[in-house]
């Protein structure tokens, strides 16, 4: 187990409704990735955070869009809820300059009804 | 933009035994990082192995080893003497090399879900 925490584990939201899923980074890490894993696929990236700034971004819409707190810890916010968001949301932790060394969080479920 | 392929959905092989996962990348970068990542049923992705492109040799890892062939953007994964514990998705990913924190980003293929036989 990794020192990566994501919460919740599960939820389930209306179509319209605005969701907040939580990562808190492993110690010593500095740099957050959150990426959406729908079912049967590889995960996407979604964007990173560092330094509380976001560094980056993947293909995803501007209702996609998160915070770094000064402890390191990260939130995911999705407003307007679609259908097709339902999946899984992964959060990975590293630290500046060893990137290739992330730590995956076991992700929160999201489903969208 | 890079992609990534893997072009087994499923596979399966007897306890005891050698499995090889296949994967694919396209990319313009010269100097790149590549990964296997497992995630079994807890959800959790796991990285099973590391590979830098500018390293002619092969990582191994235990059980684990990998076939890195850059000309052909080929990076295949061998699992060695096969455990119940092996069962899982199997993931391949790409990584640009930046300097310091610049956005890097994990690029993942499809997957593989590899069950392993009793």
Same mark, same amino acid.
Request: with cysteine; glycine share 6%; net charge neutral.
């Given at each position: 187990?990794?020192?990566?925490?994501?919460?919740?584990?599960?939820?389930?939201?209306?179509?319209?409704?605005?969701?907040?899923?939580?990562?808190?980074?492993?110690?010593?890490?500095?740099?957050?990735?959150?990426?959406?894993?729908?079912? /049967?696929?590889?995960?996407?990236?979604?964007?990173?955070?560092?330094?509380?700034?976001?560094?980056?971004?993947?293909?995803?819409?501007?209702?996609?869009?998160?915070?770094?707190?000064?402890?390191?810890?990260?939130?995911?916010?999705?407003?307007?809820?679609?259908?097709?968001?339902?999946?899984?949301?992964?959060?990975?932790?590293?630290?500046? /300059?060893?990137?290739?060394?992330?730590?995956?969080?076991?992700?929160?479920?999201?489903?969208?009804? | 933009?890079?992609?990534?392929?893997?072009?087994?959905?499923?596979?399966?092989?007897?306890?005891?035994?050698?499995?090889?996962?296949?994967?694919?990348?396209?990319?313009?970068?010269?100097? =790149? =990082?590549?990964?296997?990542?497992?995630?079994?049923?807890?959800?959790?992705?796991?990285?099973?192995?590391?590979?830098?492109?500018? %390293?002619? @040799?092969?990582?191994?890892?235990?059980?684990?080893?990998?076939?890195? @062939? %850059?000309?052909? %953007? $080929?990076? $295949?994964? %061998?699992?060695?003497?096969?455990?119940?514990?092996?069962?899982?998705? =199997?993931?391949?990913?790409?990584?640009?090399?930046?300097?310091?924190?610049?956005?890097?980003?994990?690029?993942?293929?499809?997957?593989?879900?590899?069950?392993?036989?009793?």
């Amino acid at each position: 187990e990794t020192g990566v925490t994501q919460s919740p584990t599960h939820l389930i939201k209306t179509r319209g409704q605005q969701v907040t899923l939580r990562c808190s980074s492993q110690s010593g890490h500095n740099t957050v990735s959150w990426y959406q894993q729908a079912l /049967g696929q590889g995960p996407q990236f979604i964007f990173q955070y560092y330094r509380e700034e976001e560094n980056g971004r993947g293909n995803f819409p501007p209702r996609f869009s998160g915070l770094q707190f000064p402890n390191y810890s990260s939130e995911l916010n999705v407003n307007a809820l679609e259908l097709d968001d339902s999946a899984l949301y992964l959060c990975a932790s590293s630290r500046a /300059g060893r990137l290739t060394e992330a730590f995956f969080g076991q992700g929160t479920r999201l489903t969208v009804v | 933009a890079q992609t990534v392929t893997q072009s087994q959905p499923e596979m399966s092989v007897q306890e005891a035994e050698t499995v090889t996962l296949s994967c694919t990348y396209d990319t313009s970068e010269s100097n =790149y =990082y590549l990964f296997w990542y497992k995630q079994p049923p807890s959800r959790q992705m796991i990285l099973v192995i590391r590979q830098e492109a500018y %390293k002619q @040799q092969n990582a191994t890892e235990n059980r684990f080893s990998v076939n890195f @062939q %850059k000309a052909a %953007k $080929s990076f $295949s994964l %061998k699992i060695s003497d096969s455990q119940l514990g092996d069962t899982a998705m =199997y993931f391949c990913a790409f990584m640009k090399h930046l300097q310091e924190t610049s956005g890097s980003r994990l690029t993942f293929g499809e997957g593989t879900q590899l069950t392993v036989n009793p």
